[in-house]
C-alpha cells in the first residue's frame, strides 16, 4: 500500500444522502452516523458468505451493511470484473462503486455473472456508488444516478452517495479545470442534496476524531509489532482498527489473495492498548485532499471533522 491509507471508512462524512433507491424500500435515506454510535449498531449476524462470514452492521432504518465490502477506485477495467467475481465467491457481499471510478461496466458484469450463475442473489448484495461532483444540478441527479444504474446493469441501489460535499461545471468532463488548474465549480449548493444529521444528542463536533495515517503505515514497526502479537498481517491490523470504531470499511485491492486476507478481520481483537496506539497516530493527514478545488465555495477539508 504506497500513498493511501488503508481502508478508508466509506461513511466518513456520515451524509445522509437521497435519493437511495431500493427495491420496496420505502422510506428515509438510511442514517450512516460512522463513528458516533447513534446510526451504527452492534454486528449483527453474518451475512450468507459460505465459509467466511462478514458480519453486518444494521443501520437506522434496519437496512443491513456489511460490515466490510470491497474497494473499487483505481482498480483498473480488465482487472476489476475478474476481481468482483473473485470476491464474490470469496464471499464478498458489499461493494464499493462510484461513477468516477469508471468502472461500473465491468463491476456490473462479474455482479451480473455471478446473478446469473447462481452464485449470489442480488438481495443479498449490498451495492454503493456516487453522484459525482458534475451532476449536481438537480436536474442531473436523476441522469447521474441512471448512468450509474446502466453501468452496474442494476435496477437499485443500496445506497447511493454524494461523492463530495462540492459541485463541478456539468458537462463531459470530470474534473473541469480552469487555465490555472483550479476546479470550475457549478453554483449549485450542496445543501440542496446533502442532509446531515445534527441535534442536541448529535452535535457534530468531530464526526471521528481520528483520520487512517499516513504512507508507511503498513511499514511502521508498532503496526508490525501488533500484528506479529495476533499472527496477523499489518492489513489485516489496520482494517481490524476500523472495524472496532464500528466503521465500515472498504479496503480495496484487485488481488486475489489479498482480497481473502482483508476478509480474515472478525476472529481477533485489538486491546484498548492497541486501540490506543494506532489512534495516537493521528495527524490530521488526509489521502485525497482535492487540491485543485480548494478554492471552491463548498471545499469541505476546510473544516474540522
Ligand atoms: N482514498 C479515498 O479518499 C477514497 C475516497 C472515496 C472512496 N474511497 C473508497 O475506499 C476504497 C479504499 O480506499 P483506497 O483504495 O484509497 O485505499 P485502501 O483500500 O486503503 O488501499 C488500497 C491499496 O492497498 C493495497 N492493499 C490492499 N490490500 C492489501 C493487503 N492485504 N496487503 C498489502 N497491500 C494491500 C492495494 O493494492 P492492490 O490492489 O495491488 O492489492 C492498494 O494499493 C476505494 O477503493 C474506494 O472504493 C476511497
Known amino acids: 500500500m504506497s500513498a493511501q491509507p488503508f481502508g478508508s471508512p466509506t461513511l466518513t462524512a456520515s451524509p445522509r444522502v437521497s435519493p437511495v433507491t431500493r427495491r420496496g424500500g420505502a422510506g428515509p435515506a438510511p442514517i450512516l452516523t460512522a463513528g458516533s454510535g447513534s446510526g451504527l449498531r452492534a454486528m449483527d449476524g453474518p451475512t450468507d458468505t459460505g465459509s467466511m462470514a462478514i458480519p453486518c452492521v444494521e443501520l437506522s432504518n434496519k437496512m443491513k451493511m456489511p460490515a466490510l465490502g470491497l474497494g473499487t477506485w483505481q482498480a483498473p477495467p480488465g482487472k476489476v470484473e475478474e476481481v468482483v467475481k473473485f470476491a464474490i465467491d470469496a464471499g464478498y457481499r458489499h461493494f464499493d462503486c462510484a461513477y468516477f471510478y469508471q468502472n461500473e461496466n465491468e463491476i456490473g458484469n462479474a455482479v451480473q455473472q455471478k446473478i446469473k450463475e447462481g452464485a449470489v442473489k442480488r438481495e443479498e448484495l449490498f451495492i ?17 444516478l441512471k448512468k450509474s444504474l446502466a453501468a452496474l446493469q442494476l435496477d437499485y441501489l443500496d445506497l447511493y452517495l454524494m461523492h463530495f460535499p462540492m459541485g463541478y461545471k456539468a458537462g463531459e468532463e470530470l474534473q473541469p479545470l480552469d487555465d490555472k ?7 449549485t449548493d450542496f445543501l440542496d442534496t446533502w ?22 503505515l503498513m511499514d511502521d514497526p508498532r503496526i508490525k509489532d501488533i ?7 499489518p492489513a489485516q491490523v489496520l482494517i481490524r482498527f ?6 465500515i470499511v472498504i479496503p480495496k485491492s484487485d488481488k486475489p489473495h489479498r482480497v481473502v486476507e482483508n476478509m480474515k478481520v472478525f476472529d481477533f481483537e485489538l486491546s484498548k492498548k492497541e486501540m490506543d496506539v494506532i489512534l495516537s497516530f493521528n495527524r490530521n493527514w488526509r489521502a485525497v485532499p482535492v487540491i485543485q478545488a480548494v478554492n471552491h465555495k463548498d471545499y469541505p477539508f476546510k473544516a474540522e471533522y
Open 181 to 187: 488548474g483550479h476546479s470550475i465549480p457549478s453554483d
Open 242 to 247: 476500523l472495524v472496532q470504531r464500528n466503521i
Open 195 to 216: 442532509e446531515v444529521e445534527c441535534h442536541p444528542y448529535l452535535t457534530q463536533e468531530k464526526l471521528i476524531k481520528a483520520k487512517p495515517g499516513e504512507p508507511t
Open 128 to 144: 454503493v456508488t456516487k453522484l459525482w461532483n458534475t451532476f449536481h444540478e438537480k436536474s442531473l441527479v436523476k441522469v447521474g
Open 227 to 233: 500484528a506479529a502479537t495476533h499472527h496477523k498481517s
